[in-house]
């Protein structure tokens, strides 16, 4: 299977795996600075701590039906500069700019250089079902060993 991927701007990166066995292709900032106001004279985009950005990668990815696009941490990124991926989904239906949710977990200011590496791209196989409302509290059949113990209910980690 291949990727149909388009690149909104000459200047962005295809999706790369940096290994043929890796299960993410990286994904890499690229500047629309017509649409983006926390550019500086360089294009980097800069994000404060505690807060984030959606930074665009300039591309358009054909994720084909009964799949899905999952947006993940690069572990360099996520470690080294503290910066981790929000909820980011995109569906087969989705037709516009790949855009990766990336927040500042760290104490300092990061700055993102175009070109950069900023996540990864996973292809997912997704399993759709229909939805059914039941109206008595049995929705596993019996009572579980687990119950509904959650939120540490099983010691300290």
């Known amino acids: 299977m291949k990727l149909k991927v388009f690149k909104l701007r000459t200047t962005a990166k295809l999706p790369v795996r940096a290994y043929p066995s890796d299960a993410g292709m ?25 807060s ?13 039906e009964g799949y899905m696009l999952e947006i993940k941490n690069k572990s360099g990124v996520a470690t080294k500069q503290r910066l981790v991926v929000g909820a980011c989904v995109v569906d087969s239906g989705y037709d516009g700019e790949i855009f990766v949710n990336l ?13 950069q590496k900023i996540a990864q791209a996973v292809l997912v196989p997704v399993e759709t ?29």
């Open 129 to 157: 079902c229909g939805i059914e409302e039941i109206k008595q509290d049995n929705v596993y059949g019996k009572q579980t060993k687990r119950a509904s113990g959650g939120f540490g209910s099983t010691g300290d980690f």
């Open 103 to 115: 927040n500042n977990i760290g104490t300092t200011v990061k700055a993102i250089a175009p070109g």
């Open 52 to 64: 984030g950005s959606l930074i665009p990668t300039g591309l358009k990815i054909g994720v084909p």
């Open 26 to 50: 990286d994904l890499f900032y690229c500047p629309d600075s017509e649409n983006n106001n926390n550019f500086n004279k360089k294009n980097e985009i800069r994000i404060g701590p505690g």
